[in-house]
């Protein structure tokens, strides 16, 4: 859509929730299973409640016996051989066991059936009597009596009683998903166990025996932990570690009895300030911790961790939100990669009183209460030595017991450390056969992909049954996030029952099928990118699909197709599709397209490359460097000049956002005649009419003025400069800005085509304007073109230095670098582009730290959200951290609101965008694009279904809409309404 191309120019992307799987077998297991669920939901809820209703602290040993037995008994219902197993002094284990006729593998469910005590004025309903609400009790759900249940309970609805989904949801989810399996007359292709533990939320003090007892019993080629919730973003998650743990409480000590402070107060040592000094010491504010010698152990997480990590999606901004957060430690990072890295937390400081209770003395004694998380290869035993031995080399002495007053007299500085128990981390390969087909199982059943976490934030004893077991352990919650874990009105959102019913029976019989020991085939992976097309947005509550690549290129009048994909580093694969005229020759990987505005980072690489030679200044004026053609003097350059810097980051207050090029007959002017607007140019002159540096705004003809500067400095034409600077050192063989192509490589280029499917009259436009829109390639050419950035950004080419190649995608203003989009930080920054020519799109994505990315070309005026469904498709197969579907929800507003929202929008001259209202729709229609129906989120917040963008209405006193605001991925636009 013309109103978006703004956007589609430097970023376009996607972001975060839910994508839909390869196109859906109409066989596969999961719709039996689903409709199984759907006709017994009231059945499985009242047989949850039964369980629920039962109190269950492992400390009530009565109760905690009528849990296991129940348990039993409910298992041996389902057929499997169920007993107790001695708990070695703690409750009993319940054991159950379902052999496959001939299955191959062993698979182990582990759950817990004891809950955290309650405070039973502070639930809204009695903790041991489910209560089920049509909504979450904080936002006033009402009771729904479990007797006269509709026969589809609802998934947002919630039961309410302990241990919904700490953690007696699993065991009533995957005896569910046995019994849909039997009604659809299909048996699990694994052995399973079920292992259900009665002393969880005591410690766990007596499962070591218990492991060591029953080794052979509890043997399994895989363990599945399902105690935890799933992620915020409410996509399941499959985690693969968790973090140890240790803690120490900390005392140090003042005077024997508190003192007055004005007689006492700068002589006698104050526990409270020796306390916060020592407690600074031992971490900074961003978390880093002080102590010499603690990250000395910590094994670094493997390429696959931190992709994985990068690939969670993005809840940080909602959690800030809703904690009241202004910002977080280490400089914004994100949460997974901070729970990759062990942690020091402060969770308590006691010394004197405050308040109305504060009194003018010296306490006597200051306390710390400190827990540290720990990450693989770390030992509670070394984190205990490394601490104290810093707490020494700061000058105190190391007690373990109450110092008695003597020792007090004699060492100025004593420390008391008691501390607690702990454990060890553990972390599970995420490259193992398990591994791969535990995620492959689900994200199939599920149609989305499940969030893949290398290590949780909490901690859990996963290293224990690693140890004792030898067995491969893996994490599958299904507890919603917010269910209120260890506190009052715990719950469980009914969907995510609903959902782990169809995961545990996915996993029951398709698990040894999907256990392959080789990684997929580059054929595999072609193919389920062609059938895995996925478009950016889904509404909330409605099914995904998957979309096929041929189906999609007829439904944008799209004839041909050139894809490129980048996978650590190289080029994994490149492929054509379709045709390069309608009837013509198939498209091949040397196929020539036009690059459109692709043209302007590939033309950014090269003016960088003069800066780094010494011939560019990026900050000097621009006219210092001109010769046939000089910029425009007025009052906005006296104030502040135009900058090389400026022109590749669209700031330098130009004008002229793109160019329409020149069809085939009608005369071409030289450069100097576009920059001043003379015939036989059809565009207005390039000239500054916003003050320099001051904003963002995307200038074609800022790139025009880059052209004729180089060609002045270099005295070469454009053209051959690129060629010798950029395209034979990158072997971009098939590239070439040579406007137009020359006769010899006509038969190369895909004939373009308009946005219903007609060719352009005469072929390929011209475009004179070569440094902004010129660039003719291929998919594999621009390819090569990202991965020579980023072996610059990794200091490995000898082409861009690593610095130079940073400060091209150090987003300025607008999220755009010099040359690029940028978006993301850390292992999640990608650099991108955008192209669109006379009937051609093209769009290409890269990280910048990974050697992942993607090209995609093609020869249709339709092209650019085609391409982004294709990326997403490429995203989702090779796990990448961005560019899933974005899950919206439609508000119900007054359609009559749209009357005032109907009319004509100006994002910039000559880019124009039409709404209208067609009954109880609100429609936007632009030049050479479809009409699409906006969706509400708000009275003033619409969203499309094709595009991740949002329209913000901007409405004066009356209600009446003066505006709009276009937020995409990584960037904003404003339009005007004009009629």
Known sequence: MRWVRIGAALVLGASTLGAAPPAADPARLTDPVRAWRRAHEPAILREFADLLSLPNLASDAANIGRNADRIVTMLRQRGLSARLLDGRGGPPPVYGELVAPGARRTVLIYAHYDGQPVDANAWASPPWMPVLRDGPVEEGGREVSLESLPSAVPGEWRLYARSTGDDKAPIIGVLAALDALKAAGRAPTVNLKLFFEGEEEAGSPHMAEVLDANRETLRADLWLLCDGPVHQSRRMQVFFGARGETDVE????????ALHSGHYGNWAPNPAVLLAHL??????????????????????????????????????????????????????????????????????????????????????????????????DQTPENVRSRIEAHLRARGYTVVHEVPDLEARRTQPRIVRLVWGGGYPAARTSMDLPASRAVVKVLEDALGAPVVRMPTLGGSVPMYLFQQKTGSTVIGLPIANHDDNQHAANENLRLQNLWDGIEAYAA???????????????VAERVERVQNGLLLPVVIQGQPLRAMKLADRMTHYHVPGVSIAVIHEGAIEWTRGFGSMSVNGSPVTPDTLFQAGSISKPVAAMAALRLVQEGK????????????????????LTEKKKVTIRGLLSHTAGLTIHGFPGYAAGQPVPAVVQVLDGKEPANTKPVRVDILPGSQYRYSGGGYTVLQQLLADVTGKPFPRFMEEKILQPLQMAHSTYEQP????????????????GEPVPGGPHTYPEMAAAGLWSTSADLARFAIALQNALAGKSSLLSEATAREMVTPLLGGYGLGLGVQGSGPTLRFSHGGSDEGYESFFLAYAGTGNGAVVMTNGQQGSPLAMEIVRAIAREYGWPDLQPRERTIATIDPAIYDTYAGTYEIAPGNTFELSRAGEKLLVNSPGAETSELYPESRVRFFVLGLDVQLEFSLDEAGAATGVKLHGDGWEATARKIK
């Open 250 to 257: 900390l005392t140090v000590y003042g005077p024997r009895r």
């Open 279 to 376: 407690v600074a010491g031992l971490r900074d504010e961003d978390g880093r911790v002080l102590v010499p010698g603690f990250y000395d152990d910590v094994r670094p997480p493997t390429e696959a961790e931190r992709q994985a990590a990068s690939a969670v999606p993005d809840v940080e901004g909602a959690l800030r939100h809703d904690l009241a957060l202004a910002a977080t430690e280490a400089g914004g990072a994100r949460l997974p990669e901070r729970i990759l890295l062990p942690a020091l937390n402060v969770r308590g400081l006691a010394s004197g009183h405050v308040g109305a209770s504060a009194t003018n003395s010296i306490p006597t004694e200051a306390q710390a209460s400190i827990d540290i998380r720990l990450v693989p």
């Open 507 to 521: 996993i029951l019989s398709g698990l040894d099928a999907a256990w392959e020991e080789r990684p997929p085939s």
């Open 616 to 635: 560019l200044d990026l900050d000097a004026d621009v006219n210092l460097y001109l010769k046939a053609w000089t910029l425009p003097s007025n009052e």
């Open 741 to 756: 192509l020359p006769a010899n490589r006509a038969n190369q280029a895909a004939t373009p085509y308009g946005s219903k």
